[in-house]
């Protein structure tokens, strides 16, 4: 009696909690982006509320899909880079985004733009939507 220590007893369920915790908030983070890319692609908003930069990259999505409403052009921004809180909902960037060519035409910072879809990897609107929905890997 008493030689075990409680980290033997308890450490392994412990560990296996914390991972059942991990693998369930990544299946939430995945179906909350799931979710708001089908409201944005299927119906164009609203995209409030929205997933955080740190849920969506939780998720695997590292990016967002802007479309500039000026040169009506699709990029795509790394969440990873954006200096904001990881806590920042993504459909408050969209007043932070700003096209550099239409900028640059204009002589201002041009920022009307519309949120796309969150993307797992940089590319374009060309690909079909469907191909979008997380699965599992
Ligand atoms: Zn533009």
Redesign the pocket.
């Known amino acids: 009696m008493g030689t075990k220590s409680r980290e033997s007893i308890y450490g392994a369920s412990i560990r296996a909690a914390a991972e059942q915790a991990a693998k369930a908030r990544k299946d939430a983070d995945r179906l909350a982006v799931a979710a708001w890319n089908m409201r944005m692609l299927g119906f164009q908003g609203p995209a409030q509320p929205s997933p955080t930069i740190g849920d969506a990259l939780n998720a695997g999505y590292g990016y967002l899909e802007v479309r500039?409403?000026?040169?009506?052009?699709n990029q795509t921004v790394a969440l990873d880079i954006v200096r904001r809180p990881k806590t920042t909902p993504v459909h408050e960037l969209e007043r932070y985004m700003r096209?550099?060519?239409?900028?640059q035409?204009r002589g201002y910072p041009?920022k009307r733009?519309h949120l796309v879809a969150l993307r797992p990897t940089k590319i374009s609107a060309s690909d079909p939507p469907s191909t979008w929905w997380p699965g599992e890997r």
Do not use: E, I, P
Not at 68 to 73: Q, S
Not at 99 to 103: H, I, N, P, R
């Open positions: 500039c409403l000026g040169c009506n052009t096209c550099k060519d239409c900028s035409v041009y733009s």
